[in-house]
């Protein structure tokens, strides 16, 4: 008997899913609804090697990153009208992810449904024509145009709040959260992995472990410092995605300067692939901490990826006191720093020492994980409005 015909949908993304995880979740969450996934994107900054399972096709029409205007133009109208043959070839429905291709989309889709799952805070301000006016413009457009999408969402609450009133909306955008995709089969621990990258005195201590941009919006320098006030010496600081760079510089003088820091942190420069989830599989404590600007909405309204990567390897989560990390401080899986000072970061560090030390605290977060805060759970809405359609 012949297997049933799988329909089809389209995800149009500008930034390559390598840099946006939320993309590559949401395809395999469809793609185990029965869909075939075709995503359309740009080329990525570095080698790529996705491992996705069948039913995913990743295409990019070229390079969008380091060219001019006239090139960039040229590139988006090729894009443009590979994303009209691919609508055209049966696509059953439209994702798109950022303000270019929601646009883009309501140019190509003919009589589909099309998803705006915004992962961007797309805004147009005179402070930041002057910088990008070709995204810019693109923003402005897409404000005006949100409600012509057949099904709105954003990455967290106070973005669907915020796009309420930039777009004029009658009705609140869903939400899904930036979450990750539970794969069936259970997680490798990448224990050796993580033994040839640690070294030897290292082994066996609690690990907090810090990945992303290094840089002073971070608060990567005031984690060093907390670090070495607890000076905890059965645990040890990772920091990975460190850069050649001023800022890096002063946060390798500041572990050496610091007492209680002395030859417990160690540096990697940026790691992908097996080392991050080596990384990730074998630490206690996830960090994300960020500066809140008043007057940029950006920073007031972050949707971090990698909280959802750190608990979805079972992390405890050592986290600014911020409207989007609040209901993870409630829910028991995050200690949160009310101040992103030495002594505000300290405090809620001591606290996330002692909640690992507790039976069953890994336990506990991957059970949260799992009921909740997966894109298995997080993309519901999507799944049902896709069903309803009867698509």
């Not at 993304?13 to 390598?18: A, G, K, N, S």
């Not at 915004?118 to 897409?142: G, I, Y």
């Not at 949160?336 to 909640?355: D, F, K, M, P, Y």
């Amino acid at each position: 008997m012949a297997a049933p015909v799988r329909k089809k949908l389209l995800l149009l993304t500008l930034v390559h899913p390598d840099y946006l995880p939320p993309v590559y979740a949401i395809a395999q969450v469809l793609r185990d609804e029965g869909y075939d996934i075709h995503i359309l994107t740009f080329d990525p900054f570095g080698p790529s090697q996705p491992q996705l399972g069948h039913h995913i096709t990743i295409e990019s029409v070229g390079k969008h990153h380091g060219i001019g205007l006239m090139q960039r133009l040229a590139i988006r109208r090729r894009y443009t009208v590979r994303a009209a043959t691919l609508a055209a070839s049966g696509m059953s429905a439209l994702v798109s992810f950022c303000s270019f291709t929601f646009l883009c989309a309501l140019r190509v889709k003919r009589s589909v449904p099309l998803v705006y799952h915004s992962l961007e805070l797309a805004d147009c301000s005179w402070s930041t024509l002057r910088r990008s006016p070709l995204s810019q413009f693109k923003n402005l457009v897409a404000i005006h145009r949100v409600a012509k999408a057949d099904f709105i969402s954003t990455a967290s609450a106070q973005r669907s709040a915020w796009q309420v009133g930039r777009s004029r909306l009658h009705h609140m955008p869903y939400t899904i959260l930036n979450t990750v995709y539970l794969p069936p089969q259970p997680l490798p621990s990448y224990q050796n992995e993580f033994k040839t990258m640690m070294p030897e005195e290292h082994r066996g201590k609690k690990v907090v472990l810090y990945m992303g941009s290094v840089n002073a919006q971070n608060c990567v320098i005031e984690l060093v410092k907390a670090f070495g006030a607890v000076n905890d010496t059965h645990s040890v600081m990772v920091i990975a995605g460190i850069k050649e760079n001023e800022y890096g510089d002063e946060v390798r003088r500041t572990a050496v300067a610091t007492p209680g820091c002395t030859g417990r942190v160690v540096f990697f420069p940026f790691v992908k692939g097996a080392e991050k989830d080596a990384l990730q599989a074998n630490a206690h404590i996830g960090v994300c901490l960020s500066n809140e600007d008043q007057n940029n909405a950006e920073s007031m309204m972050t949707s971090p990826n990698k909280v959802g990567e750190y608990l979805a390897k079972g992390l405890f989560l050592l986290a600014s006191d911020t409207e989007y990390m609040r209901p993870l401080g409630m829910k028991g899986v995050a200690a949160l720093s009310r101040s992103n000072t030495e002594v505000g970061i300290a405090h809620a560090l001591r606290i996330a020492l002692q909640a690992v030390e507790a039976p069953g605290c890994r336990n506990a977060i991957l059970g949260f994980v799992k009921e909740y805060y997966c894109m298995q759970q997080q993309a519901q809405p999507l799944v049902r409005f896709i069903k309803e359609k009867g698509l």
